[in-house]
């Protein structure tokens, strides 16, 4: 089977979950994303999911991101739309500000300065659509804020001129009970939402929770393993060229 036979039936199911689960669900298949997660994943892969019509993706790592970007962009011009969804590193910002429409993942003043600051200087007029990251257990090493500090950012948000407050984005802790762990995001959302009507992105859910993530409100989910498969991983060493396979958490 060639990949872009796999890509479409990988495509095909993974629409039909998300129409089953819409459906369960009493939503319309329009008001839920599907962000295909390629970080990891060569241009070739985008460029056919593109053809088979995806036009969102997500990236998180630069300076892969930004290569991906421009060889794909070269190819099909500049109407997708890119997502980081990785953990925000400040001083890479001002080359993810250039490419990214969309940034799931800020959780600290320094992101929204330094995001700022490179859509700036890349003189993008239109902004960045910013997304919090909740925290659920107050886990620093796994990102995200609690609840409590999300009106502090999101304020922080608002008044900047590049960047525009678009809603959450939360993981569910591993150890968590999924149910109770997605009716815990649709409750900050909601409460998130009557504060700032204009929000409209929650971010929530991969391949493994999707169902369960559009039960509870999700209007995007992030799914990469069951798009493209485990992710290879390309070994650090320099003198190696050998790909081993792991489970992509997306």
Same mark, same amino acid.
């Given at each position: 089977?060639?990949?872009?036979?796999?890509?479409?039936?990988?495509?095909?199911?993974?629409?039909?979950?998300?129409?089953?689960?819409?459906?369960?669900?009493?939503?319309?298949?329009?008001?839920?994303?599907?962000?295909?997660?390629?970080?990891?994943?060569? #241009? %070739?892969?985008? @460029?056919? /999911?593109?053809? =088979?019509?995806?036009?969102?993706?997500? $990236? !998180?790592?630069?300076?892969? *991101?930004?290569?991906?970007?421009?060889?794909?962009?070269?190819?099909?011009?500049?109407?997708?739309?890119?997502?980081?969804?990785?953990?925000?590193?400040?001083?890479?910002?001002?080359?993810?500000?250039?490419?990214?429409?969309?940034?799931?993942?800020?959780?600290?003043?320094?992101?929204?300065?330094?995001?700022?600051?490179?859509?700036?200087?890349?003189?993008?007029?239109?902004?960045?659509?910013?997304?919090?990251?909740?925290?659920?257990?107050?886990?620093?090493?796994?990102?995200?804020?609690?609840?409590?500090?999300?009106?502090?950012?999101?304020?922080?948000?608002? #008044? %900047?001129?590049? @960047?525009? /407050?678009?809603? =959450?984005?939360?993981?569910?802790?591993? $150890? !968590?009970?999924?149910?109770? *762990?997605?009716?815990?995001?649709?409750?900050?959302?909601?409460?998130?939402?009557?504060?700032?009507?204009?929000?409209?992105?929650?971010?929530?859910?991969?391949?493994?929770?999707?169902?369960?993530?559009?039960?509870?409100?999700?209007?995007?989910?992030?799914?990469?393993?069951?798009?493209?498969?485990?992710?290879?991983?390309?070994?650090?060493?320099?003198?190696?060229?050998?790909?081993?396979?792991?489970?992509?958490?997306?």
């Amino acid at each position: 089977m060639s990949r872009v036979n796999e890509l479409s039936a990988n495509l095909t199911e993974v629409r039909e979950r998300l129409s089953a689960a819409c459906s369960a669900a009493d939503r319309k298949p329009a008001e839920v994303t599907l962000l295909a997660v390629t970080k990891f994943w060569p #241009a %070739s892969d985008v @460029l056919a /999911l593109h053809s =088979l019509g995806l036009n969102e993706f997500g $990236e !998180a790592r630069e300076p892969e *991101a930004s290569r991906k970007v421009a060889t794909v962009e070269a190819a099909v011009g500049g109407d997708l739309v890119w997502h980081m969804i990785g953990r925000l590193q400040t001083n890479k910002a001002k080359s993810i500000a250039k490419w990214a429409r969309v940034v799931h993942s800020v959780d600290s003043q320094r992101h929204i300065a330094a995001l700022q600051g490179g859509r700036e200087a890349a003189s993008v007029r239109d902004p960045i659509d910013v997304l919090l990251q909740l925290s659920l257990d107050g886990d620093p090493s796994r990102g995200g804020v609690v609840a409590a500090d999300l009106p502090h950012l999101a304020d922080a948000v608002e #008044a %900047s001129s590049h @960047l525009r /407050l678009a809603g =959450l984005m939360a993981v569910p802790p591993v $150890e !968590a009970q999924p149910e109770r *762990a997605f009716a815990e995001i649709a409750r900050v959302y909601a409460e998130f939402r009557a504060r700032y009507p204009a929000v409209n992105v929650l971010s929530a859910g991969m391949s493994a929770d999707l169902e369960i993530a559009v039960n509870y409100g999700s209007t995007c989910v992030r799914v990469g393993t069951a798009l493209l498969g485990p992710r290879p991983l390309i070994s650090n060493q320099p003198q190696s060229t050998s790909v081993t396979q792991a489970t992509n958490p997306a």
